[in-house]
């Protein structure tokens, strides 16, 4: 043999061992705690990634050697450094008496050498020079929610249905004072709708407290059941229902030197939407998007901050459907009389400039795309800064526009989903995004959108783990709309043989499944159920998120129905795939999905062979009045489509096997849903298989989900056949 057949063969035998092994990498399976508990198979991340105040410097959250650490960088710097850990940390709080923490709490910069922290009913502050701590101010261990005032030294908080605040040095202030506990102060108004977070607003400099009050005396009382006690104990919740009573709201104003609280005159009809609550820069005024009970008429209003009465209304928004503000105003910095006011009112959210006495200046942004997201404004504020859909409804990216003559231009490079945090400065952008094919990058832009450091480039977790392929495609409803799916096929399929389906749905208003992020939006119990032999299809029907106002309101008092026939279409596109087995297809959802679940197998009886629906919506009326009368009306108003929608009339069509779950203390789809759908079964005589989670409320969190899980796929295997199939 000569040397040089010697060395292909050689050769060969490396290309073939390094083959086999690369095989063998690639060779694992998900297993149930995989896909749903094990963190090491997320793309690796920066924890509590944040701008350090006043600086270019920013700061995250590591593992060091077993130990947790906070590192600091600079924007341009090649590598942070670390300045903290955790046994330091703790050395410092239990010599103020504090006890010792397991984990860094959320961090907030008081400036470049130091930051507080919430932990223990105490907001401390930590020098780094020092490398003391002290306390700021104690609060009552029984609060629920707390807000840190913008100077960082006082903080309002709730307990129980009052409102309080604690301030350094001095006993904690009751705000308010109600024994009625169906009127609740400083929380969170109108069952979170509107873009409704919080409870409490803090004006700019601190010296004032804008709060909710909510009064719900005239919302009937809902029962949730405890099953710990013996007997079991009955919780009261107060549930508005659609075409019922809804609770009415005002917005009070703390004066923290005064110690009084005033209302602002926000009028009548006492059941109207508050919303989008905003302050003025000189903290004279508050601003209201007042929302009728209909939800097709918004005032933009401004109060005095001082005296609480009506100023005026800068200008209106009406549509014929609804109208939905989530908003509040951007002020521009170098200009108080100057703001941008996001609105759909051309059929898509894009940025509008407005004086304060209401006047348009411009429109800073348009076309058949959304505003997603503003981060901020330019030093000089002659620029904002947005996130939007411009590129793709699939994309998210970083953009700049002009506030003088409204050119924009794109900051971000690389396809993908790109989520920005402003420096506060204005003069970077830290760019964490990911992709299809990328896991994760963190990049720190300056702000004309050139890359000047890389945080993190994160390796794909999955790299031993056998799975399927993703694609990512549209197909045409049946008025010609693109919609976009996503299917993930088995490992190694075999396109000659046939394979069942689960199709996963949601299809309500603002949700978007399919996406160009890390694995199309997947999830890895959709690739475990993959490598178990399913193609797992899911769908965005009209109706979800993101995607225009024509395109949401698509389902306008007919909720079920344009969603199912879209769904239908995406049947209809797997069915010319030769591989797949149309007579074994499953659907899969929760609350609304849950709801298109059971829809698509009463409605469509004799498409889907096997359903799990989880915590659905089955009779609209039986729903929130927030929610539901923007998208159906009330009952009064349009009863045929409530009709239509109610799916204990369609009980009988059931063929196929129905698996529905719900959450005992539900208080989002109450169980009552599906508790009247199983009697309706009852009455019908039809079988359905039913299971409940005890204890939990709209979703099955912790490590209960495994089980949840097991249980939706056990259901699948059980009754699609999956040990007949041949392609296994």
């Given at each position: 043999?000569?040397?040089?057949?010697?060395?292909?063969?050689?050769?060969?035998?490396?290309?073939?061992?390094?083959?086999?092994?690369?095989?063998?990498?690639?060779?694992?399976?998900?297993?149930?705690?995989?896909?749903?508990?094990?963190?090491?198979?997320?793309?690796?991340?920066l924890r509590q990634l944040t701008w350090i105040a006043g600086t270019d410097d920013y700061s995250f959250i590591k593992q060091n050697n077993g130990e947790q650490v906070l590192m600091r960088g600079s924007a341009k710097s090649a590598r942070p450094t670390e300045i903290?850990?955790?046994?330091?940390?703790?050395?410092?709080?239990?010599?103020?008496?504090?006890?010792?923490?397991?984990?860094?709490?959320?961090?907030?910069?008081?400036?470049?050498?130091?930051?507080?922290?919430?932990?223990?009913?105490?907001?401390?502050?930590?020098?780094?020079?020092?490398?003391?701590?002290?306390?700021?101010?104690?609060?009552?261990?029984?609060?629920?929610?707390?807000?840190?005032?913008?100077?960082?030294?006082?903080?309002?908080?709730?307990?129980?249905?009052?409102?309080?605040?604690?301030?350094?040095?001095?006993?904690?202030?009751?705000?308010?004072?109600?024994?009625?506990?169906?009127?609740?102060?400083?929380?969170?108004?109108?069952?979170?709708?509107?873009?409704?977070?919080?409870?409490?607003?803090?004006?700019?400099?601190?010296?004032?407290?804008?709060?909710?009050?909510?009064?719900?005396?005239?919302?009937?009382?809902?029962?949730?059941?405890?099953?710990?006690?013996?007997?079991?104990?009955?919780?009261?919740?107060?549930?508005?229902?659609?075409?019922?009573?809804?609770?009415?709201?005002?917005?009070?104003?703390?004066?923290?030197?005064?110690?009084?609280?005033?209302?602002?005159?926000?009028?009548?009809?006492?059941?109207?939407?508050?919303?989008?609550?905003?302050?003025?820069?000189?903290?004279?005024?508050?601003?209201?998007?007042?929302?009728?009970?209909?939800?097709?008429?918004?005032?933009?209003?401004?109060?005095?901050?001082?005296?609480?009465?009506?100023?005026?209304?800068?200008?209106?928004?009406?549509?014929?459907?609804?109208?939905?503000?989530?908003?509040?105003?951007?002020?521009?910095?170098?200009?108080?009389?100057?703001?941008?006011?996001?609105?759909?009112?051309?059929?898509?959210?894009?940025?509008?400039?407005?004086?304060?006495?209401?006047?348009q200046i411009r429109q800073l942004t348009g076309g058949n795309w959304m505003v997603t997201d503003v981060l901020g404004f330019s030093p000089k504020g002659d620029e904002l800064y947005y996130t939007s859909t411009a590129e793709s409804p699939l994309e998210r990216h970083?953009?700049?526009?002009?506030?003088?003559?409204?050119?924009?231009?794109?900051?971000?490079?690389?396809?993908?989903?790109?989520?920005?945090?402003?420096?506060?400065?204005?003069?970077?952008?830290?760019?964490?995004?990911?992709?299809?094919?990328?896991?994760?990058?963190?990049?720190?832009?300056?702000?004309?959108?050139?890359?000047?450091?890389?945080?993190?480039?994160?390796?794909?977790?999955?790299?031993?783990?056998?799975?399927?392929?993703?694609?990512?495609?549209?197909?045409?409803?049946?008025?010609?709309?693109?919609?976009?799916?996503?299917?993930?096929?088995?490992?190694?399929?075999?396109?000659?043989?046939?394979?069942?389906?689960?199709?996963?749905?949601?299809?309500?208003?603002?949700?978007?499944?399919?996406?160009?992020?890390?694995?199309?939006?997947?999830?890895?119990?959709?690739?475990?159920?993959?490598?178990?032999?399913?193609?797992?299809?899911?769908?965005?029907?009209?109706?979800?998120?993101?995607?225009?106002?024509?395109?949401?309101?698509?389902?306008?008092?007919?909720?079920?129905?344009?969603?199912?026939?879209?769904?239908?279409?995406?049947?209809?596109?797997?069915?010319?795939?030769?591989?797949?087995?149309?007579?074994?297809?499953?659907?899969?959802?929760?609350?609304?999905?849950?709801?298109?679940?059971?829809?698509?197998?009463?409605?469509?009886?004799?498409?889907?062979?096997?359903?799990?629906?989880?915590?659905?919506?089955?009779?609209?009326?039986?729903?929130?009045?927030?929610?539901?009368?923007?998208?159906?009306?009330?009952?009064?108003?349009?009863?045929?489509?409530?009709?239509?929608?109610?799916?204990?009339?369609?009980?009988?069509?059931?063929?196929?096997?129905?698996?529905?779950?719900?959450?005992?203390?539900?208080?989002?789809?109450?169980?009552?849903?599906?508790?009247?759908?199983?009697?309706?079964?009852?009455?019908?005589?039809?079988?359905?298989?039913?299971?409940?989670?005890?204890?939990?409320?709209?979703?099955?969190?912790?490590?209960?989900?495994?089980?949840?899980?097991?249980?939706?796929?056990?259901?699948?295997?059980?009754?699609?056949?999956?040990?007949?199939?041949?392609?296994?």
């Open positions: 043999m000569t040397f040089a057949n010697h060395f292909r063969r050689v050769t060969l035998l490396f290309v073939l061992l390094a083959a086999t092994l690369h095989l063998q990498a690639q060779d694992k399976l998900l297993t149930m705690e995989d896909a749903i508990t094990n963190s090491a198979l997320q793309p690796e991340n903290l850990n955790l046994n330091t940390l703790n050395s410092s709080l239990t010599a103020t008496g504090a006890e010792k923490l397991k984990s860094f709490p959320e961090i907030t910069w008081a400036d470049g050498n130091s930051f507080v922290i919430n932990a223990q009913n105490k907001i401390y502050r930590y020098n780094l020079k020092s490398g003391k701590t002290e306390v700021i101010t104690t609060y009552s261990p029984e609060a629920d929610y707390t807000e840190l005032a913008p100077g960082l030294q006082r903080v309002a908080y709730t307990k129980g249905n009052n409102l309080f605040v604690s301030a350094p040095g001095a006993p904690d202030v009751a705000v308010s004072d109600e024994a009625n506990v169906a009127i609740v102060f400083g929380q969170a108004a109108h069952r979170s709708e509107f873009g409704i977070s919080k409870g409490t607003f803090w004006s700019p400099n601190g010296n004032l407290l804008a709060f909710y009050r909510m009064d719900q005396t005239m919302v009937t009382d809902y029962p949730l059941v405890d099953i710990n006690p013996l007997p079991a104990k009955q919780n009261n919740i107060k549930y508005p229902m659609a075409g019922g009573k809804s609770h009415e709201v005002t917005l009070g104003v703390y004066n923290v030197a005064s110690g009084k609280t005033i209302y602002l005159k926000t009028g009548e009809p006492a059941d109207q939407y508050l919303t989008n609550v905003t302050w003025s820069p000189d903290e004279k005024h508050i601003y209201i998007a007042v929302l009728n009970r209909d939800q097709n008429h918004i005032k933009l209003n401004q109060y005095n901050a001082l005296t609480g009465a009506f100023e005026k209304t800068l200008f209106e928004e009406k549509n014929e459907k609804y109208v939905e503000p989530e908003h509040g105003l951007y002020f521009v910095p170098t200009k108080p009389n100057q703001f941008v006011w996001i609105s759909e009112r051309s059929g898509f959210d894009h940025l509008y400039l407005y004086d304060t006495n209401g006047k970083i953009y700049a526009v002009n506030l003088k003559n409204g050119k924009t231009k794109r900051l971000s490079e690389g396809a993908g989903t790109h989520n920005a945090q402003l420096s506060p400065g204005s003069q970077y952008i830290i760019d964490n995004y990911s992709s299809q094919t990328t896991p994760r990058r963190i990049l720190v832009l300056n702000n004309k959108g050139t890359v000047v450091n890389t945080l993190l480039n994160a390796k794909n977790p999955l790299t031993e783990y056998r799975l399927g392929e993703t694609t990512i495609f549209p197909i045409k409803a049946g008025d010609g709309t693109d919609l976009y799916a996503r299917m993930i096929t088995p490992p190694n399929m075999d396109k000659n043989k046939k394979y069942p389906v689960v199709v996963y749905v949601y299809g309500g208003p603002h949700v978007q499944l399919v996406t160009d992020s890390w694995l199309g939006g997947a999830n890895l119990w959709m690739h475990l159920m993959a490598q178990k032999g399913y193609i797992v299809f899911t769908l965005d029907s009209r109706g979800s998120g993101n995607r225009g106002l024509a395109f949401e309101q698509a389902t306008f008092r007919q909720l079920g129905t344009v969603e199912l026939a879209d769904q239908l279409k995406g049947v209809e596109y797997l069915k010319t795939l030769p591989y797949v087995d149309a007579n074994r297809l499953g659907v899969h959802g929760w609350s609304f999905g849950g709801f298109l679940t059971t829809s698509l197998m009463l409605r469509a009886p004799e498409v889907f062979k096997v359903g799990v629906a989880g915590g659905p919506v089955i009779d609209w009326k039986y729903y929130e009045v927030m929610y539901t009368e923007r998208y159906m009306d009330t009952p009064e108003q349009n009863p045929e489509g409530y009709k239509n929608a109610s799916l204990l009339n369609y009980v009988p069509n059931l063929q196929g096997k129905l698996l529905m779950i719900h959450g005992t203390v539900d208080d989002v789809v109450v169980w009552q849903h599906s508790l009247q759908f199983v009697k309706k079964a009852v009455d019908e005589g039809i079988l359905l298989d039913y299971f409940v989670y005890p204890g939990h409320p709209h979703n099955v969190r912790g490590k209960d989900r495994v089980h949840l899980m097991r249980k939706v796929t056990q259901y699948f295997d059980d009754n699609l056949n999956m040990k007949n199939n041949s392609a296994l």
